[in-house]
Protein backbone atom coordinates (compact mmCIF):
# COMPACT_ATOMS: atom_id res chain seq x y z
CA UNK A 1 0.00 0.00 0.00
CA UNK A 2 1.03 3.41 -1.38
CA UNK A 3 2.55 5.35 2.28
CA UNK A 4 4.53 8.37 3.46
CA UNK A 5 6.54 9.07 6.35
CA UNK A 6 7.96 12.44 7.19
CA UNK A 7 10.85 11.69 9.46
CA UNK A 8 11.40 14.62 12.00
CA UNK A 9 7.71 14.47 14.34
CA UNK A 10 9.36 17.64 16.34
CA UNK A 11 11.92 19.93 15.03
CA UNK A 12 12.62 22.82 17.21
CA UNK A 13 14.68 25.83 15.95
CA UNK A 14 16.03 29.56 16.08
CA UNK A 15 14.77 32.02 14.22
CA UNK A 16 16.74 32.67 10.98
CA UNK A 17 18.05 28.84 10.84
CA UNK A 18 17.47 27.01 7.74
CA UNK A 19 14.97 24.13 7.89
CA UNK A 20 14.76 20.97 6.19
CA UNK A 21 11.73 17.99 6.54
CA UNK A 22 12.03 15.15 5.15
CA UNK A 23 9.16 13.35 3.41
CA UNK A 24 9.36 10.19 1.63
CA UNK A 25 6.68 8.05 -0.50
CA UNK A 26 6.49 4.60 -1.05
CA UNK A 27 4.29 4.11 -4.42
CA UNK A 28 6.11 3.20 -7.97
CA UNK A 29 3.84 5.15 -10.24
CA UNK A 30 3.82 8.71 -11.60
CA UNK A 31 3.12 10.43 -8.17
CA UNK A 32 1.73 14.66 -7.32
CA UNK A 33 3.21 15.82 -4.60
CA UNK A 34 2.24 18.27 -1.59
CA UNK A 35 3.31 19.83 1.22
CA UNK A 36 0.78 21.69 3.49
CA UNK A 37 0.64 24.00 6.93
CA UNK A 38 -1.38 23.83 9.18
CA UNK A 39 -1.16 27.15 11.55
CA UNK A 40 -2.07 27.37 15.06
CA UNK A 41 -5.96 27.03 15.55
CA UNK A 42 -5.91 27.30 11.36
CA UNK A 43 -6.82 25.03 8.98
CA UNK A 44 -4.86 23.27 6.40
CA UNK A 45 -3.29 25.43 3.32
CA UNK A 46 -0.96 24.35 0.43
CA UNK A 47 2.26 25.34 0.62
CA UNK A 48 3.19 23.96 -2.55
CA UNK A 49 3.25 21.43 -5.15
CA UNK A 50 4.76 19.03 -7.59
CA UNK A 51 3.63 17.67 -10.71
CA UNK A 52 5.80 17.18 -13.40
CA UNK A 53 8.84 20.01 -14.76
CA UNK A 54 11.57 21.31 -12.77
CA UNK A 55 12.01 19.22 -9.71
CA UNK A 56 12.70 22.06 -7.62
CA UNK A 57 9.67 23.71 -6.41
CA UNK A 58 9.19 27.30 -5.04
CA UNK A 59 5.99 27.71 -2.71
CA UNK A 60 4.85 30.63 -0.60
CA UNK A 61 6.53 32.30 2.33
CA UNK A 62 9.86 31.23 1.22
CA UNK A 63 9.54 27.75 1.41
CA UNK A 64 10.57 24.84 -1.52
CA UNK A 65 10.93 21.46 -1.96
CA UNK A 66 12.83 19.21 -4.49
CA UNK A 67 11.39 16.23 -5.68
CA UNK A 68 14.33 13.36 -5.96
CA UNK A 69 12.75 10.72 -8.04
CA UNK A 70 15.58 8.30 -7.27
CA UNK A 71 15.26 8.65 -3.67
CA UNK A 72 10.82 8.53 -3.19
CA UNK A 73 11.78 12.27 -1.42
CA UNK A 74 9.93 15.61 -1.49
CA UNK A 75 11.82 17.60 1.12
CA UNK A 76 10.85 20.94 2.59
CA UNK A 77 12.72 23.77 2.63
CA UNK A 78 13.60 27.01 4.22
CA UNK A 79 16.97 29.13 4.41
CA UNK A 80 15.76 31.20 6.96
CA UNK A 81 12.66 30.34 9.32
CA UNK A 82 10.31 32.94 11.25
CA UNK A 83 8.62 32.65 14.69
CA UNK A 84 6.05 33.14 12.45
CA UNK A 85 6.52 30.08 10.87
CA UNK A 86 5.25 28.01 14.10
CA UNK A 87 2.91 25.55 12.55
CA UNK A 88 2.42 21.64 11.66
CA UNK A 89 3.90 20.81 8.47
CA UNK A 90 2.28 17.47 6.26
CA UNK A 91 3.53 16.06 3.37
CA UNK A 92 1.18 14.10 1.15
CA UNK A 93 1.28 12.44 -1.66
CA UNK A 94 -1.68 12.07 -4.64
CA UNK A 95 -2.32 8.38 -6.46
CA UNK A 96 -4.84 7.78 -9.00
CA UNK A 97 -5.92 10.39 -11.55
CA UNK A 98 -9.41 11.19 -11.92
CA UNK A 99 -12.47 10.11 -10.71
CA UNK A 100 -13.46 9.02 -7.45
CA UNK A 101 -10.52 6.97 -7.13
CA UNK A 102 -7.98 9.85 -6.71
CA UNK A 103 -6.81 10.87 -3.19
CA UNK A 104 -4.19 12.03 -1.06
CA UNK A 105 -2.50 9.89 1.15
CA UNK A 106 -0.61 12.17 4.16
CA UNK A 107 2.09 11.78 6.00
CA UNK A 108 2.21 12.24 10.07
CA UNK A 109 3.20 15.41 10.31
CA UNK A 110 5.86 17.31 11.44
CA UNK A 111 5.65 20.33 14.73
CA UNK A 112 7.85 23.17 13.77
CA UNK A 113 8.41 25.20 16.98
CA UNK A 114 10.54 28.34 16.21
CA UNK A 115 11.76 30.07 19.16
CA UNK A 116 12.53 33.75 18.94
CA UNK B 1 -10.38 32.29 -4.43
CA UNK B 2 -10.51 28.22 -3.18
CA UNK B 3 -12.55 28.83 0.45
CA UNK B 4 -13.97 25.73 1.95
CA UNK B 5 -16.22 26.51 5.30
CA UNK B 6 -17.30 24.21 7.18
CA UNK B 7 -20.52 24.01 9.65
CA UNK B 8 -20.22 23.99 12.81
CA UNK B 9 -16.60 24.22 13.62
CA UNK B 10 -17.45 22.16 16.85
CA UNK B 11 -20.15 20.32 18.24
CA UNK B 12 -20.79 18.38 21.75
CA UNK B 13 -23.56 15.88 21.35
CA UNK B 14 -25.06 12.73 23.58
CA UNK B 15 -24.29 9.32 22.95
CA UNK B 16 -26.41 8.03 20.84
CA UNK B 17 -27.57 11.09 18.51
CA UNK B 18 -26.58 12.13 14.74
CA UNK B 19 -24.73 15.05 13.66
CA UNK B 20 -24.40 16.55 11.03
CA UNK B 21 -21.71 18.34 9.12
CA UNK B 22 -21.80 20.46 6.36
CA UNK B 23 -18.88 21.18 4.07
CA UNK B 24 -19.37 24.10 1.69
CA UNK B 25 -16.94 25.50 -1.44
CA UNK B 26 -17.80 29.18 -1.00
CA UNK B 27 -16.34 30.45 -4.66
CA UNK B 28 -16.14 27.40 -6.77
CA UNK B 29 -17.68 24.29 -7.99
CA UNK B 30 -16.73 20.93 -6.46
CA UNK B 31 -17.34 17.45 -8.51
CA UNK B 32 -15.24 15.91 -5.87
CA UNK B 33 -15.38 16.37 -1.92
CA UNK B 34 -13.24 14.41 0.55
CA UNK B 35 -13.82 13.70 4.16
CA UNK B 36 -10.96 12.99 6.67
CA UNK B 37 -10.65 12.44 10.43
CA UNK B 38 -7.93 13.47 12.44
CA UNK B 39 -7.35 11.99 15.60
CA UNK B 40 -4.81 14.25 18.27
CA UNK B 41 -1.20 14.30 17.10
CA UNK B 42 -2.19 12.11 13.91
CA UNK B 43 -2.47 12.69 10.57
CA UNK B 44 -5.50 12.93 8.12
CA UNK B 45 -6.97 9.71 7.35
CA UNK B 46 -9.18 9.52 4.78
CA UNK B 47 -12.73 8.48 5.27
CA UNK B 48 -14.56 8.77 1.69
CA UNK B 49 -14.42 10.22 -1.23
CA UNK B 50 -18.07 12.05 -2.25
CA UNK B 51 -19.09 12.72 -6.28
CA UNK B 52 -21.78 15.35 -6.52
CA UNK B 53 -24.65 13.13 -7.70
CA UNK B 54 -23.45 9.69 -7.29
CA UNK B 55 -22.37 7.89 -4.44
CA UNK B 56 -19.54 8.26 -1.66
CA UNK B 57 -16.69 6.17 -1.96
CA UNK B 58 -15.51 4.37 1.48
CA UNK B 59 -12.34 4.26 2.68
CA UNK B 60 -11.67 0.26 3.63
CA UNK B 61 -12.82 0.45 7.38
CA UNK B 62 -14.83 3.31 7.37
CA UNK B 63 -18.79 1.98 8.19
CA UNK B 64 -20.74 3.49 5.09
CA UNK B 65 -23.64 2.90 7.64
CA UNK B 66 -22.62 5.16 10.11
CA UNK B 67 -20.72 7.77 8.62
CA UNK B 68 -23.56 8.75 5.52
CA UNK B 69 -21.89 11.22 3.08
CA UNK B 70 -24.71 13.45 1.00
CA UNK B 71 -22.79 15.62 -2.11
CA UNK B 72 -26.04 17.08 -3.29
CA UNK B 73 -24.90 19.87 -5.22
CA UNK B 74 -21.43 21.29 -6.63
CA UNK B 75 -20.93 23.53 -3.88
CA UNK B 76 -21.78 21.32 -1.09
CA UNK B 77 -21.63 17.97 1.26
CA UNK B 78 -22.49 16.73 4.28
CA UNK B 79 -21.42 14.35 6.76
CA UNK B 80 -23.81 12.61 9.58
CA UNK B 81 -22.74 10.55 11.93
CA UNK B 82 -25.21 8.46 13.22
CA UNK B 83 -26.05 7.43 16.59
CA UNK B 84 -22.52 8.48 17.62
CA UNK B 85 -20.42 7.06 19.94
CA UNK B 86 -17.75 8.71 22.50
CA UNK B 87 -15.38 6.46 19.96
CA UNK B 88 -16.65 9.13 17.16
CA UNK B 89 -15.00 12.03 19.08
CA UNK B 90 -12.29 13.65 16.65
CA UNK B 91 -11.86 16.42 13.85
CA UNK B 92 -13.54 15.50 10.81
CA UNK B 93 -11.85 17.68 7.84
CA UNK B 94 -13.41 17.93 4.63
CA UNK B 95 -12.14 19.27 1.11
CA UNK B 96 -12.90 20.02 -2.38
CA UNK B 97 -11.37 19.88 -5.59
CA UNK B 98 -11.92 22.31 -8.06
CA UNK B 99 -14.42 21.51 -11.11
CA UNK B 100 -12.39 21.91 -14.31
CA UNK B 101 -9.49 22.06 -12.58
CA UNK B 102 -6.28 20.89 -14.51
CA UNK B 103 -4.36 19.70 -11.40
CA UNK B 104 -5.44 17.71 -8.62
CA UNK B 105 -5.51 20.09 -5.64
CA UNK B 106 -7.77 19.60 -2.61
CA UNK B 107 -8.55 23.00 -0.73
CA UNK B 108 -9.50 22.25 3.15
CA UNK B 109 -11.94 23.44 5.49
CA UNK B 110 -11.35 24.78 8.83
CA UNK B 111 -12.70 21.36 10.57
CA UNK B 112 -15.14 20.25 12.75
CA UNK B 113 -14.65 18.82 16.14
CA UNK B 114 -16.84 16.47 17.56
CA UNK B 115 -17.33 15.59 20.70
CA UNK B 116 -19.57 12.35 21.90
CA UNK B 117 -20.43 12.32 25.56
Known amino acids: AQSVSQHNHHVILSEAASLELGCNYS??????LFWYVQYPGQHLQLLLKYFSGDPLVKGIKGFEAEFIKSKFSFNLRKPSVQWSDTAEYFC??????????????FGTGTLLAVQP | GAVVSQHPSWVICKSGTSVKIECRSL??????MFWYRQFPKQSLMLMATSNEGSKATYEQGVEKDKFLINHASLTLSTLTVTSAHPEDSSFYICSARRRLAGRNTQYFGPGTRLTVL
Open chain 1, 27 to 32: YGGTVN
Open chain 1, 92 to 105: AVNVGYGGATNKLI
Open chain 2, 27 to 32: DFQATT
